[in-house]
């Protein structure tokens, strides 16, 4: 019986590739050592699945920055800002296509698909000239080989690449980016080749899309694809490989129509209509690669659950026919529990990180074939038992709280209109009213005394002196630089939801728990594997010192309910909403207690709501109703003069304005200068918002710094379209991975260009 891994983390069980990067970055090692470090991560990533048993081995899901960007790498499709002269694609315009220079900005960043991963969107146009520059996929293959190992080469799909692409600067915004299909199939029939030449038996072509609600000419698009690269492809053992969700019944009759196809790949896990569908038909002679180990969360598969559903596919394929997979790459989850010495013995028997999950695989592989490994089998149904008997996971108060909460709907009793007018009499802000997103720079400094502190090397009392000092900095810069309303800067915070979860009963946490959001920057997900609830405030002590060394207004800073859920390993065992009650719950007490405290302006952060939106739209009314409920519910019982703001990350929320309008939040400060202002055409296309609004007003994933000049350029676009009463002027988001020699200029930059347009609108009265 075969086994199959969709794709594997490459940041390394240490976050090994992380500080090779940002050490590139930075100047302090070579490209030569960058290369070392990255070969060496793919060595082991090969050797650990080729010794585990497994067949079919991917290679190129290894990426510098993002899968995405290496097929742009890949298509030659470089913007024509990055000065590129053609030849082989290198790391300069490569880290610049990512991350922008000190001359252009980045390309866009968005998400990939719902989960927390980011990629690098596409430019594309008629006049992108299409060229074969980059050789990493064959490159990877034959590095692979040359260890001894015989990979299956995976590739972003031609289709999922165009549809996942936006129009080019100065491009019809409706240009119909298929269109372009016949322009990158000839480039993907070049590594086609190429890849054949150098021994590769097989290839597997990722097309997530198909998961999506596509229109007829977009599935058309596969048909046209699959059956051009057909004589090319010939000779090869051809995967195509969908994940996150259902595939609809058409895009399904599509897929399994590919004559050039010799495999599919499907979702089990979050997928599980798909079942279904394949009960009632799958056609003969191909393969069906079951994705039943799920590479989304990091809970240890119900072994026993899974052999089941494989044995009746197994009725339906053909035993020769089913291949033992992953839901989807475990780039989304953790790499080892090996690394994981302190965390808790009976919790983490109920885990399995991405090095567990190829084991699981191999296990349900062998178990089909004839050869259960019983040992293995009896301990994984022992964990699964403990699991769902352990008392640690149910609070009866919790879940009778959560469950009042279903029939009724939190709304604050005042319009927002009369909040804010309330609001401006307490606060008496100017116009254009300047402030942060929340965190300030991270420094080598401070994360050393948090991780002293950690270590119990230095007294509690040094430790709040030290992180005092820190937020007295950061209230100093901000009142030199006159923002209008301030931040603590979130010194004593390592991450905006591992810190509440920290704070929160029915939550655990890893010391290497870390999975890749975009480029450099990893995340380490709290475990949620309980009812949630909140032994003692969690930020009042904070909030109230930084609000204690200021007359501005100092903003409370939380994490909202959806984004604590969208951002942490959640339990399986109870519907999502049920556990984002929960937290709502304990956020309503934080903010009920910060305002007691004094605190007048408080930021609910749901950076994550957006994410969390399923693929298919007929779910998305469920979902959308449930989370702005969540939200409302942590604010519902604050007086009119309590500001409450909340702030969104990189996503497209044009789509969903109308649930962003119904979470009644004061003022919103939105992601909106990395995607082209992509969320001021929302407003030009007659939607009215009536509560205070920040689209950001530069981006700060890039060390770029933007002048007064384009700063008040961007701030015009906004007027044109929003009233000056309700318009905030603000970065992107928290400036945590900047330096202050980037932070400090940029934020004088945005408030003269503020001044600048305060004195430009008083002089037009």
Same mark, same amino acid.
């Given at each position: 019986?075969?086994?199959?891994?969709?794709?594997?983390?490459?940041?390394?069980?240490?976050?090994?590739?992380?500080?090779?990067?940002?050490?590139?970055?930075?100047?302090?090692?070579?490209?030569?050592?960058?290369?070392?470090?990255?070969?060496?991560?793919?060595?082991?990533?090969?050797?650990?699945?080729?010794?585990?048993?497994?067949?079919?081995?991917?290679?190129?899901?290894?990426?510098?920055?993002?899968?995405?960007?290496?097929?742009?790498?890949?298509?030659?499709?470089?913007?024509?800002?990055?000065?590129?002269?053609?030849?082989?694609?290198?790391?300069?315009?490569?880290?610049?296509?990512?991350?922008?220079?000190?001359?252009?900005?980045?390309?866009?960043?968005?998400?990939?698909?719902?989960?927390?991963?980011?990629?690098?969107?596409?430019?594309?146009?008629?006049?992108?000239?299409?060229?074969?520059?980059?050789?990493?996929?064959?490159?990877?293959?034959?590095?692979?080989?040359?260890?001894?190992?015989?990979?299956?080469?995976?590739?972003?799909?031609?289709?999922?690449?165009?549809?996942?692409?936006?129009?080019?600067?100065?491009?019809?915004?409706?240009?119909?980016?298929?269109?372009?299909?016949?322009?990158?199939?000839?480039?993907?029939?070049?590594?086609?080749?190429?890849?054949?030449?150098?021994?590769?038996?097989?290839?597997?072509?990722?097309?997530?899309?198909?998961?999506?609600?596509?229109?007829?000419?977009?599935?058309?698009?596969?048909?046209?694809?699959?059956?051009?690269?057909?004589?090319?492809?010939?000779?090869?053992?051809?995967?195509?490989?969908?994940?996150?969700?259902?595939?609809?019944?058409?895009?399904?009759?599509?897929?399994?129509?590919?004559?050039?196809?010799?495999?599919?790949?499907?979702?089990?896990?979050?997928?599980?209509?798909?079942?279904?569908?394949?009960?009632?038909?799958?056609?003969?002679?191909?393969?069906?690669?079951?994705?039943?180990?799920?590479?989304?969360?990091?809970?240890?598969?119900?072994?026993?659950?899974?052999?089941?559903?494989?044995?009746?596919?197994?009725?339906?394929?053909?035993?020769?026919?089913?291949?033992?997979?992953?839901?989807?790459?475990?780039?989304?989850?953790?790499?080892?529990?090996?690394?994981?010495?302190?965390?808790?013995?009976?919790?983490?028997?109920?885990?399995?990180?991405?090095?567990?999950?190829?084991?699981?695989?191999?296990?349900?592989?062998?178990?089909?074939?004839?050869?259960?490994?019983?040992?293995?089998?009896?301990?994984?149904?022992?964990?699964?038992?403990?699991?769902?008997?352990?008392?640690?996971?149910?609070?009866?108060?919790?879940?009778?709280?959560?469950?009042?909460?279903?029939?009724?709907?939190?709304?604050?009793?005042?319009?927002?209109?009369?909040?804010?007018?309330?609001?401006?009499?307490?606060?008496?802000?100017?116009?254009?009213?300047?402030?942060?997103?929340?965190?300030?720079?991270?420094?080598?400094?401070?994360?050393?005394?948090?991780?002293?502190?950690?270590?119990?090397?230095?007294?509690?009392? $040094?430790?709040?002196?030290? @992180?005092?000092?820190? !937020?007295?900095?950061? %209230?100093?810069?901000? *009142?030199?630089?006159? #923002?209008? &309303?301030?931040?603590?800067?979130?010194?004593?915070?390592?991450?905006?939801?591992?810190?509440?979860?920290?704070?929160?009963?029915?939550?655990?946490?890893?010391?290497?728990?870390?999975?890749?959001?975009?480029?450099?920057?990893?995340?380490?997900?709290?475990?949620?594997?309980?009812?949630?609830?909140?032994?003692?405030?969690?930020?009042?002590?904070?909030?109230?010192?930084?609000?204690?060394?200021?007359?501005?207004?100092?903003?409370?800073?939380?994490?909202?309910?959806?984004?604590?859920?969208?951002?942490?390993?959640?339990?399986?065992?109870?519907?999502?909403? $049920?556990?984002?009650?929960? @937290?709502?719950?304990? !956020?309503?007490?934080? %903010?009920?207690?910060? *305002?007691?405290?004094? #605190?007048? &302006?408080?930021?609910?952060?749901?950076?994550?709501?957006?994410?969390?939106?399923?693929?298919?739209?007929?779910?998305?009314?469920?979902?959308?109703?449930?989370?702005?409920?969540?939200?409302?519910?942590?604010?519902?019982?604050?007086?009119?003069?309590?500001?409450?703001?909340?702030?969104?990350?990189?996503?497209?929320?044009?789509?969903?304005?109308?649930?962003?309008?119904?979470?009644?939040?004061?003022?919103?400060?939105?992601?909106?200068?990395?995607?082209?202002?992509?969320?001021?055409?929302?407003?030009?296309?007659?939607?009215?918002?009536?509560?205070?609004?920040?689209?950001?007003?530069?981006?700060?994933?890039?060390?770029?710094?933007?002048?007064?000049?384009?700063?008040?350029?961007? #701030?015009?676009?906004?007027?044109?379209?929003?009233?000056?009463?309700?318009?905030?002027?603000?970065?992107?988001?928290?400036?945590?991975?900047?330096?202050?020699?980037?932070?400090?200029?940029?934020?004088?930059?945005?408030?003269?260009?503020?001044?600048?347009?305060?004195?430009?609108?008083?002089?037009?009265?």
């Amino acid at each position: 019986m075969a086994s199959h891994i969709v794709g594997y983390p490459r940041m390394g069980p240490k976050r090994e590739l992380k500080f090779a990067l940002e050490s590139f970055w930075d100047g302090k090692s070579s490209a030569e050592d960058l290369e070392k470090v990255s070969a060496d991560l793919r060595a082991s990533i090969w050797k650990q699945m080729s010794e585990a048993g497994i067949k079919y081995i991917p290679s190129n899901t290894f990426a510098y920055y993002d899968q995405v960007l290496d097929t742009t790498a890949m298509l030659g499709a470089v913007p024509s800002r990055y000065n590129w002269s053609g030849g082989e694609i290198g790391f300069s315009t490569y880290f610049s296509m990512a991350r922008g220079n000190a001359s252009v900005p980045a390309m866009e960043m968005t998400k990939w698909f719902d989960t927390n991963y980011h990629f690098i969107v596409p430019e594309l146009g008629p006049d992108v000239k299409f060229s074969y520059a980059s050789h990493k996929a064959v490159n990877e293959y034959k590095e692979a080989k040359a260890l001894g190992v015989d990979t299956v080469p995976v590739l972003v799909g031609p289709v999922t690449y165009l549809l996942l692409s936006k129009p080019a600067k100065g491009v019809e915004k409706n240009f119909p980016l298929l269109s372009l299909l016949d322009k990158v199939l000839p480039i993907y029939k070049e590594v086609i080749v190429e890849l054949k030449a150098a021994g590769a038996s097989s290839i597997q072509f990722d097309e997530p899309t198909l998961v999506l609600d596509l229109e007829s000419h977009q599935l058309d698009a596969f048909t046209k694809a699959y059956a051009e690269l057909e004589s090319t492809l010939s000779g090869l053992n051809v995967i195509v490989e969908t994940y996150f969700a259902d595939v609809p019944a058409a895009a399904y009759k599509t897929l399994t129509s590919l004559s050039a196809v010799s495999g599919f790949g499907f979702d089990l896990v979050r997928g599980t209509q798909t079942l279904e569908l394949i009960k009632g038909g799958f056609p003969a002679g191909k393969y069906l690669f079951a994705g039943v180990v799920d590479g989304r969360n990091i809970w240890a598969n119900d072994l026993a659950a899974s052999l089941a559903v494989l044995e009746s596919l197994e009725g339906i394929v053909g035993k020769d026919k089913l291949v033992v997979s992953t839901s989807c790459s475990l780039l989304h989850t953790a790499v080892d529990l090996v690394n994981e010495p302190k965390l808790d013995q009976e919790i983490k028997s109920w885990l399995a990180f991405a090095a567990q999950k190829v084991l699981e695989v191999n296990a349900l592989a062998k178990a089909l074939a004839g050869a259960k490994d019983q040992a293995f089998f009896s301990a994984n149904a022992a964990a699964q038992a403990s699991r769902k008997s352990s008392p640690r996971v149910n609070n009866e108060a919790v879940q009778k709280a959560a469950a009042a909460l279903k029939g009724s709907d939190h709304r604050r009793a005042t319009d927002v209109t009369a909040r804010l007018d309330a609001q401006q009499k307490k606060l008496n802000l100017p116009i254009l009213p300047t402030t942060t997103i929340g965190s300030f720079p991270q420094t080598i400094e401070l994360r050393r005394v948090r991780r002293d502190y950690k270590a119990k090397k230095i007294s509690e009392e $040094e430790y709040v002196k030290s @992180i005092k000092e820190e !937020i007295n900095r950061v %209230v100093k810069l901000q *009142e030199e630089l006159d #923002i209008d &309303v301030l931040v603590h800067g979130e010194p004593e915070r390592n991450d905006m939801v591992e810190y509440f979860g920290e704070q929160l009963s029915g939550f655990a946490f890893t010391a290497n728990g870390w999975v890749q959001s975009y480029g450099s920057r990893c995340v380490k997900p709290p475990i949620i594997y309980g009812d949630v609830s909140r032994p003692n405030p969690m930020t009042v002590f904070w909030s109230t010192a930084a609000q204690s060394m200021t007359k501005r207004p100092m903003k409370g800073m939380l994490t909202g309910p959806v984004t604590i859920l969208n951002w942490s390993f959640v339990r399986n065992d109870q519907p999502r909403f $049920e556990t984002c009650y929960q @937290i709502a719950l304990a !956020i309503k007490d934080e %903010v009920e207690d910060l *305002e007691k405290a004094g #605190i007048t &302006v408080i930021q609910i952060d749901e950076a994550a709501l957006r994410e969390g939106l399923p693929l298919r739209k007929s779910e998305h009314a469920f979902y959308l109703d449930w989370a702005v409920h969540s939200f409302r519910i942590t604010n519902v019982g604050v007086v009119d003069t309590t500001q409450i703001h909340t702030h969104m990350c990189y996503s497209n929320f044009n789509d969903i304005i109308h649930s962003i309008i119904n979470m009644d939040a004061d003022v919103i400060t939105i992601e909106n200068s990395r995607s082209d202002e992509k969320l001021l055409s929302v407003f030009r296309e007659g939607v009215k918002y009536g509560a205070g609004i920040g689209p950001g007003v530069y981006d700060i994933h890039s060390p770029r710094i933007p002048s007064t000049e384009e700063i008040a350029d961007r #701030i015009n676009k906004m007027l044109a379209v929003l009233e000056t009463n309700i318009l905030w002027v603000n970065p992107d988001c928290g400036l945590k991975t900047r330096k202050y020699t980037e932070v400090k200029p940029a934020l004088e930059n945005m408030v003269s260009a503020c001044k600048l347009l305060r004195t430009q609108l008083a002089s037009a009265k």
